[in-house]
């Protein structure tokens, strides 16, 4: 049964990079597959990140593109998330989550991992 | 980028049905899905595509559509339904989450 595992600091400096590793167990990043992280806020909303393919493509929500970036690593059956510049507003949750889609207008996530609280705290 | 709105809330009492809708602009071109999320936990899938039923998701949660609104379907609902409910969609730039919904079973 393939599982999600997000890791990474859990306390970043406003200003500084959070990074974050979802470790994929069970099963491969596999071509079938987009991979995505999603964060929830304190007060409960979610917001999709952005997402990669195995090969490498991306795409990324356009409200955070000019600070994130998301990269794979296929031996390690990994994918990665960066987001720069963070702020008191970038606290939330962080989930990495895999994608089924039929096309790129039907995608839904299948799989999450349990999360991972970052705070922006100097 | 569009907007996906729900109810922030909806009481029933166990063993009647719960309706959560979720409405926006692109639906009727766009599929939706819907998530349960518990505290403290990730959210769950428990429809795709309008109407489909992951494998372990019982058969007392059905989606449908009509128009611009969407909507969850909780049949004969039972404590452990109490959760927080978020649709989604997408379009070929994003993806679109609603503000949520949270069941409370009476």
């Known amino acids: ?122 | 980028s569009f907007e996906l709105t729900q109810p922030p809330s909806v009481s029933v009492s166990p063993g009647q049905t719960a309706t959560i809708t979720c409405s926006g602009d692109p639906l009727p071109k766009q599929f939706a899905c819907w998530y349960q999320q518990k505290p403290g936990q990730a959210p769950v899938l428990v429809i795709y595509k309008d109407s489909e039923r992951p494998s372990g998701i019982p058969e007392r949660f059905s989606g449908s559509t009509s128009g611009t609104t969407v909507t969850l379907t909780i049949s004969g609902v039972q404590a452990e339904d109490e959760a927080d409910y978020y649709c989604q969609s997408a379009d070929i730039n994003t993806v679109v989450f609603g503000g949520g919904t949270k069941l409370t079973v009476l």
């Not at chain 1, 990324?60 to 960066?82: C, G, H, M």
């Open chain 1, 1 to 122: 049964q393939v599982q999600l595992q997000e890791s990474g600091p859990g306390l970043v400096k406003p200003a500084g990079t959070l990074s974050l590793t979802c470790s994929v167990s069970g099963g491969y990043i596999s071509s079938s597959h987009w991979w995505s992280w999603v964060r929830q806020f304190p007060g409960k909303g979610l917001e999709w990140i952005g997402e990669i393919y195995a090969t490498g493509g991306t795409k990324y929500n356009p409200s955070l593109e000019s600070r994130v970036t998301i990269s794979v690593d296929r031996a390690k059956n990994q994918f990665s998330l960066i987001l720069r510049s963070v702020n008191a507003a970038d606290r939330a949750i962080y989930f990495c989550a895999r994608v089924d889609y039929t096309n790129s207008l039907v995608r839904w996530f299948d799989l999450w991992g349990h999360g991972t609280l970052v705070t922006v705290t100097s």
